[in-house]
């Protein structure tokens, strides 16, 4: 899929240099800049999801158990 993307100059020099340097074309380089961000972001949520439930005093079986109605 191709997307449109406005970048400054100084960007697009330092993307081809980059580029250039690396033997890959632009488009490498910026799938795999989109890429790296996006882990990022993923591992971001997973670590602030993590441990969300350890201040609660009600064990969490217990609670999913009495929400859906089976305990």
Known sequence: MKIFVDVGEAQVEALDALAKARKRSRAS??????????????????????????????????YQRKIRGAG
């Open 29 to 62: 380089i910026v799938r795999e800049a989109i890429d790296a961000y996006l882990g990022r972001r993923c591992d971001k949520v997973r670590e602030e999801a993590f441990g969300l439930w350890g201040d609660h005093k009600v064990d969490g079986l217990d």
